[in-house]
């Protein structure tokens, strides 16, 4: 297998080298596998603890929009002491809120549409002539 000017300790070495090489990249592609694997766990358990949270904080506004609405019953004078109309009170500076919102998303979105680079439009338009025009140094 060898040559027969090939000592055999180096054919030895070069086999050892190889093996070890191999074993080498092989320990590391399954240290690269442990490491995804805790990371991903850790990112897993990250957002379960997030999600778990925001459920927390939507039960705080749901609380907050109940106190809201029995403090706008208790400050504002409703005829026949009826509590409801401070729920209805809520309701209503929360739909005005989302109206004003949508107002606003609205604006926004037709401001940015369509969403055409006119720039780089330009810029492709220019070089077109450039490149097609007989005289390019006078195009600029």
């Known amino acids: 297998m060898s040559e027969p000017n090939t000592p055999p300790g180096i054919v030895q070495a070069i086999e050892d080298v190889s093996k070890r ?20 766990t850790k990112l897993g358990k990250g957002a379960a603890v997030a999600a778990a949270a925001g459920v927390f904080v939507l039960g705080a506004l749901i609380m907050i929009l109940f106190g809201l609405a029995w403090l706008a019953y208790w400050a504002i004078p409703f005829p026949d002491n009826q509590f409801f109309w401070g729920f209805f009170t809520v309701a209503a500076v929360l739909l005005l809120l989302a109206g004003l919102a949508g107002y606003i998303a609205y604006r ?10 006119k720039m780089a439009i330009e810029e492709a338009r220019l070089i077109k002539e450039t490149v097609s025009s007989s005289q390019p140094e006078r195009t600029i």
């Open 21 to 40: 090489a191999s074993v080498l990249v092989r320990e590391e592609i399954e240290l690269a596998k442990a490491e995804v694997t805790q990371k991903v």
């Open 108 to 117: 926004a979105l037709k401001a940015g549409s369509p969403p055409a680079p």
